[in-house]
């Protein structure tokens, strides 16, 4: 996983073509601005204001970093500039809060947490909190999330998601998806999963559908969303894995801005925001009650 989440996204009023012919330009534009929840009446909490360091509020800005092709949670509209989905309203209704505005910068998803404190100041981008993250950045949980499979209409290869052995499976690189896949390789001695990582999302869902990889794995709302946007090319396989939290990141040093993001999410949890700004991307049930700043991982 990235990870992304337990709950189907139900896009029917985002559409978006993937170009088979294409998979280098495959894209997920799939809304028109404006489409979402409307975060304009989210007002500065003087409180959570304060709790903001002055380094970050001095420019105005919450700089957000976001991995903008992985609809319905992070993707680019259809005007070809404006970021929408999910983490995106929910990065603008955070930063109102503090009595800032979001920022959202496009980067590459393996590079964002690297340049954490440096180049961003905060990560939404349907990160699973792992061990391995919480080693290197802070992370407060906001959001349920699993990962699930699809294949071609009819699983046409009889792809067996509990035996992925000799198969040729499509992923994003730098998902949670892709350490699964690859540390299960050493179960397929002699027949091993063929893991084929790609920077987008698109082009994972593209070349599923066109043939180049048997299955695609990805976090359930993305896998959802995929299914319903090929109108009848894919179909889901097997059941949503691994239920684990998203989390905002955070640099590992900045614990005043941690704590800060931990009581706007928290805020948006008792008020019902978040889970409106959820519901609006179809994701409603997976909205968590507590924000936890670096939950304990199983």
Partial sequence: MRTR??????????????A???????????????????????????????????????????????????????????????????????????????????????????SIIPAMGTRYEVALSAFTITAERLESVNMVSYFAAGSQFAVQKGNPDGVDPDNLCGFTVGVQTGTVQQDELEAKQADCAGNPITVLPYDKQADVTTNLVGGKVQAMYADSPVTAYAVEQTEGKLETLGEIRDAAPYGAVIAKDD????????????????????????????NEQGVLQTAELNPATD
Avoid: N, R
């Fill in 255 to 282: 614990t005043a801005l941690a704590q800060a993001v931990q009581a706007a999410l928290q805020q948006l949890m008792d008020d019902g925001t978040l889970a409106k700004i959820a519901a609006a991307w179809g």
């Fill in 5 to 18: 989440s337990l709950f189907a996204a139900t896009a029917a009023s985002l559409a978006v073509t993937l």
């Fill in 20 to 110: 088979l012919g294409a998979c280098s330009t495959a894209s997920q534009e799939g809304s028109q601005a404006g489409v979402g929840f409307d975060t304009s009446g989210i007002t500065k909490d003087d409180a959570i204001a304060a709790m903001v360091p002055d380094a970050v509020a001095a420019d105005g800005k919450l700089t957000v970093a976001a991995e903008l092709t992985y609809a319905p949670l992070e993707f680019v509209a259809t005007d070809g500039t404006t970021p929408v989905g999910m983490d995106m309203d929910i990065a603008h209704a955070v930063a109102a809060l503090m009595g800032l505005t979001a920022d959202i910068q496009s980067s590459q998803f393996d």
